[in-house]
């Protein structure tokens, strides 16, 4: 009673089929593909990023904005964060 058959599999795989269809589980299963090859190489960029900065080279800045930017965009505000001391 505790253990299912291979039948019982393959009619939960058609009512699945059936109800989500082959074109959205295909999306799904290359979704999650993607998701996990993105994980794996953050991970391995992440061990990287790691040993760096243990070895004592900081980091480089993601972006800098450079005043030619900043005029681009007129809803942009300007602010500098300060620290609580």
Do not use: C, Y
Request: proline share 2%.
């Amino acid at each position: 009673m505790g253990s299912f058959s291979i039948w019982h599999w393959l009619i939960v795989l058609l009512v699945v089929v059936m109800i989500f269809g082959t074109k959205k589980l295909k999306n799904i299963g290359s979704d999650l593909g993607a998701a996990v090859k993105g994980f794996k190489d953050g991970v391995k960029s992440g061990g990287e990023a790691g040993s760096d900065a243990a070895a004592g080279t900081p980091a480089a800045p993601s972006q800098q904005v450079t005043a030619q930017q900043r005029s681009a965009d007129a809803n942009t505000v300007d602010v500098e964060a300060k620290t609580k001391s």
